[in-house]
């Protein structure tokens, strides 16, 4: 994206206004867990679903899926979700779901399950309009917009899959690399891209040029407020994280165990001062 930035390095460079200072309850370790997961919850959940901001007086009083909630990103969703006035579904492996349930979810689903749709919307008393998909890949697209209901609704996505149903709105199809994704980005106003947070213009993947979006930038800034504000007062936890060894060279195994399938319920993490 940008040659000054980037991950698995000593430095990295940081927009101070989109960052959040750590209370003194959160150790390095944990807030490494955080990444940019709360720009994306922030963007998927209330940019481009709409649900009212934890703290402005409004109440949603609706059911939302969280599918995936055993990821970092989701286990924020849920915990956002429930401030917002959510009864939160969600699905994960069920050795996870002590842990979503732990997080505020009403009841977890087994993605595994092939009535896992049906069951939600069975759940759900067929009133689920909203979706916030964390994976986005293989069968979440289908088992998201299945459990939707009959009356249609609406799913976020955080990468570009498709679905069969016409009545259930794709709300963020935005990070293939093409003239479409350019024109999602520029044309509609709930379209989200993590990148355009920063208020600046950039090179997509391509050598393609998306604009600035300064009201992402101004969104961004008031959401990251409202999490360091939620994660002193300990209203918000941050994902499990297993710290692993080698430094920047543990970091090879890790994405190894990602590839591997091997990760769930937790957040790697590495220190760089252990890298030889």
Not at 27 to 47: F, H, I, N
Not at 57 to 83: E, M, N, W
Not at 180 to 199: E, S
Request: aromatic share 8%.
């Amino acid at each position: 994206m940008e040659k000054e930035d980037g991950c698995f390095a000593q430095y990295a460079v940081a927009k101070g206004d989109v960052q959040c200072k750590l209370p003194d309850n959160i150790s390095d370790e944990d807030a490494s867990t955080l990444g940019v997961g709360v720009t994306t919850v922030g963007q998927g959940l209330y940019q481009s679903l709409g649900l009212p901001l934890p703290g402005s007086g409004q109440k949603a009083d609706y059911p939302l899926l969280v599918y995936g909630g055993s990821t970092a990103t989701g286990s924020l969703a849920i915990q956002f979700a429930v401030l917002s006035g959510c009864k939160v579904v969600t699905t994960c492996s069920p050795r996870n779901f002590p842990f979503v349930k732990a997080l505020g979810a009403a009841e977890a689903f087994d993605y595994n399950d092939p009535d896992c749709a049906k069951k939600i919307r069975e759940f759900t008393g067929d009133k689920l309009t909203k979706v916030f998909d964390c994976i986005s890949e293989g069968e979440s697209p289908k088992i998201s917009s299945e459990a939707i209901s009959s009356k249609g609704g609406e799913v976020s996505y955080l990468l570009n899959p498709k679905h069969d149903r016409t009545d259930v709105e794709n709300k963020v199809s935005v990070l293939s690399p093409d003239q479409v994704c350019l024109h999602v980005l520029t044309h509609l106003p709930q379209a989200t891209l993590g990148y355009t947070i920063t208020g600046e213009a950039f090179k997509f993947f391509g050598g393609m040029d998306v604009p600035a979006k300064p009201q992402d930038f101004e969104f961004g800034k008031s959401f990251w407020e409202l999490a360091t504000k939620l994660l002193a007062s300990q209203q918000l936890t941050v994902h499990p994280a297993k710290v692993g060894s080698g430094g920047l060279q543990g970091v090879l195994k890790g994405l190894d165990e990602l590839r591997e399938g091997k990760v769930s319920g937790v957040k790697l993490v590495y220190k760089i001062d252990e890298t030889a």
